[in-house]
């Protein structure tokens, strides 16, 4: 082949910021699923999809659109051949017809109340997209949260303002610090908060948010991710309070209590104009056929008792680590709140009898020595905000919240018989293993 003469450079071609852009990293980065490990560390539901299945997998009989079906049901693969539904409009009626539960007001979510994407990660990227001029608006975040904001924020070049929760008191919002910041910084088009928080699990107050929301003389929208609402208490959603504001954007996902993280189905309810416009913006056939079946028979009832039955056997679960797991010495606090299907703890330098304090040189040689003596991956938070020394833990079957217990009881065990000094490395490790994003 003939010697290619090119002037392209990528370092003066491509964005800056997409230049300067920290590679996105995920759970399986650091420890892959191998088929033994025990994965606590990505907030799946470790019971399985929420549907109808048979023995053999299959999807069984359900209620389709109100009609009792006489097939099981089926992704149409003779179908794929064809573009799939670009407005998904039953779909989106039966995310309506599920959160319409007229807690929060009597109005209906209706299909041009939504939009749904690939995961919640398709929306987050989308209302940045639909309401700020890249290199010059900004966005405000509430650490610690969801790392996928800040991420989105330098892909779209836009500045993020940090207003930290409330660590003082169990990562509460601060409404009235958030409104300084809005009515001082006028170039901030959106708020991202996340309720329950990740990696706090802690809701976040209905006034709190109110006050954001009637903030006098600020032109933006609030994001409210809801991704793990559904291992809240029963009327926590504040999806339909989307029909009574017109600048608040609630997202949810079926990656969670659904347990179809697999299938990548997000939704945003909103008010029809803001729907409007990001349907307008994105691509024009973003959820696939099988996407769209498979979450549609998630959403019928006898898939609906399947996820809730799933969901019953994980708060009991997580109510065994919270009695269970301060028994262990080495063990601190749960910091935020006991709202999801994770937690977050403190992990001690020496047992709390001992006067042991939360430490982020432990709680990293317990993340790696459970990883990789034990095959059981947990997720090191040491590195947010309010959060020294944490580890944050997903509920497992019983089966697995056994193993978690067991094994880090050992671990710490190992640790404070031996004490490993610090080494020059540890920091470096540590701000690695935070880094990870879901």
């Not at 670009?86 to 209706?110: D, G, I, M, Y």
Request: charged residues 25%; hydrophobic residues 40%.
């Amino acid at each position: 082949m003939a010697h290619i003469k090119s002037s392209f450079n990528l370092s003066t071609c491509a964005r800056p910021n997409i230049l300067a852009l920290q590679p996105y990293r995920c759970a399986r980065d650091d420890y892959k699923d191998n088929g033994t490990n025990i994965l606590l560390d990505a907030n799946e539901n470790a019971y399985g999809p929420g549907l109808d299945l048979e023995e053999d997998g299959t999807l069984g009989n359900g209620n389709i659109n109100g009609h009792e079906s006489s097939q099981k049901l089926e992704v149409d693969l003779f179908g794929l051949n064809r573009y799939p539904d670009p407005h998904q409009v039953e779909l989106k009626q039966l995310l309506c017809n599920f959160r319409n539960t007229h807690t929060h007001t009597s109005k209906p979510l209706r299909p041009e109340n939504l939009f749904v994407g690939v995961g919640s990660d398709e929306a987050i990227d989308a209302v940045l997209r639909c309401f700020c001029t890249p290199g010059r608006d900004k966005i405000l975040t509430c650490p610690p949260t969801y790392g996928m904001y800040a991420v989105s924020a330098q892909v779209n070049d836009l500045e993020v303002i940090k207003v930290p929760l409330d660590t003082a008191n169990g990562f509460a919002l601060r409404p009235e610090a958030i409104n300084q910041q809005l009515s001082s910084t006028p170039s901030i088009k959106i708020v991202y908060v996340c309720s329950p928080g990740n990696p706090t699990a802690n809701l976040v107050s209905k006034a709190d948010l109110q006050k954001v929301l009637e903030h006098p003389t600020w032109n933006g929208v609030v994001v409210l991710d809801e991704a793990y609402i559904d291992f809240a208490p029963e009327g926590s959603s504040l999806a339909e309070w989307a029909t009574e504001w017109p600048n608040l954007v609630v997202m949810q996902t079926l990656s969670k209590a659904f347990g179809l993280a697999g299938i990548r189905l997000g939704a945003a309810f909103t008010s029809p104009k803001i729907a409007g416009l990001l349907n307008n913006l994105k691509a024009p056939y973003n959820i696939s056929s099988p996407t769209s079946a498979l979450a549609s028979a998630a959403l019928q009832p006898k898939a609906l008792e399947v996820m809730r039955s799933n969901r019953a056997k994980i708060l009991g679960q997580r109510q065994r680590l919270l009695e269970e797991l301060p028994k262990v010495p080495g063990i601190g606090r749960f910091l935020g709140g006991a709202e999801s299907n994770f937690l977050l703890v403190e992990i001690l330098d020496q047992p709390r009898e001992e006067g042991g304090k939360a430490n982020n040189e432990t709680a990293m040689a317990v993340y790696e020595g459970l990883a990789e003596k034990k095959g059981v991956v947990v997720r090191f938070r040491g590195k947010e905000v309010g959060c020294e020394g944490c580890l944050r833990i997903t509920v497992g079957t019983e089966r697995e919240v056994n193993k978690l217990l067991e094994e880090i009881r050992i671990i710490l065990a190992e640790l404070f018989r031996n004490k490993p000094k610090a080494n020059g490395d540890e920091s470096r490790r540590e701000l690695v293993a935070n880094n990870v994003i879901a």
